[in-house]
């Protein structure tokens, strides 16, 4: 199942999208199946969207404190 999800929260209060939405952060530790994870949360009533970018990019180049790590798809 998902993770507990808590709404994303800023000295302002609650965090919203553009668009007016509510942002939920729900930490998932490793996703085995994330096109599972994406359907299963696309099928939650009232969710407008997620933050699994699937399909997007084949390379993240992450900064560090020693430089940066490249991750290839």
Same mark, same amino acid.
């Given at each position: *199942?998902?993770?507990?999800?808590?709404?994303?929260? @800023?000295?302002? /209060?609650?965090?919203?999208?553009? *668009? *007016?939405?509510?942002?939920?952060?729900?930490?998932? /530790?490793?996703? @085995?199946?994330?096109?599972?994870?994406?359907?299963?949360?696309?099928?939650?009533?009232?969710?407008?969207? %997620?933050?699994?970018?699937? /399909?997007?990019?084949?390379?993240?180049?992450?900064?560090?404190?020693?430089? %940066?790590?490249?991750?290839? @798809?």
């Amino acid at each position: *199942g998902m993770g507990e999800a808590t709404v994303r929260q @800023a000295d302002r /209060g609650m965090v919203r999208t553009d *668009g *007016g939405n509510v942002i939920y952060d729900a930490d998932q /530790g490793v996703i @085995a199946d994330p096109v599972k994870l994406a359907a299963d949360l696309k099928a939650v009533t009232g969710v407008v969207e %997620h933050g699994l970018f699937l /399909g997007l990019a084949s390379l993240a180049v992450i900064g560090t404190d020693d430089g %940066h790590e490249t991750i290839s @798809a």
